[in-house]
């Protein structure tokens, strides 16, 4: 469990690599493909990202790795509906859309980039405390630390 948490955590952090380098293609490749120039980023985050995070909750909690591990998968699969909810509060805040953009909702719908770098951190942090407890069986707790066996 402890070592498919780690692969899973892995996948997760290179996933967000991916997914950066897919929102500088659908920047660059804008004038080129048009609307369909976000497609892979918004596909990759929303099937790829989110079900390595489902995996990476059930995993977390299958190789008892501790609460404050598993809540930080959660948090990492709530961050991926942030992404979404800004769009979606940005549009409705600032009148702006698709159709009849506007400076406002641009500079509100551009937090995106800054809570997708809040995902980087956490799928990294996530992957080095994944390997840790692979390597040494230590579960982190909240602020004290607790050897345990490791169990597979
Ligand atoms: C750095 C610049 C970024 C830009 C310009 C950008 C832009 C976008 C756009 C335009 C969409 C919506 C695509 C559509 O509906 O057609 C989207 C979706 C998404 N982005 Fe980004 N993004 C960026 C960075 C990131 C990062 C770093 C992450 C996470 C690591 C991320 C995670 C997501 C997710 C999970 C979705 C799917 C949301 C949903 O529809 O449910 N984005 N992004």
Not at 112 to 137: C, N, P
Request: proline letters at 3%.
């Amino acid at each position: 469990m402890r070592k498919t948490l780690l692969i899973i955590s892995t996948l997760l952090f290179l996933d967000t690599i991916v997914q950066l380098y897919l929102a500088a293609f659908g920047t660059f490749s804008g004038e080129l493909i048009g609307e369909e120039a976000f497609t892979p980023h918004m596909i990759n985050g929303q099937l790829v990202m989110r079900s390595l995070a489902l995996l990476a909750i059930l995993f977390a909690a299958l190789a008892r790795s501790g609460k404050s591990t598993v809540w930080l998968t959660v948090g990492i699969f709530l961050l991926t509906w942030v992404q979404l909810l800004v769009f979606i509060v940005g549009s409705i805040l600032t009148g702006s859309s698709q159709e009849n953009p506007n400076l406002p909702g641009a500079w509100t719908v551009s937090l995106h980039a800054v809570s997708g770098l809040l995902i980087i951190f956490a799928t990294y942090w996530l992957m080095l405390r994944a390997r840790r407890l692979d390597r040494t069986g230590i579960v982190l707790k909240s602020t004290k630390e607790e050897s345990l066996p490791a169990s597979s």
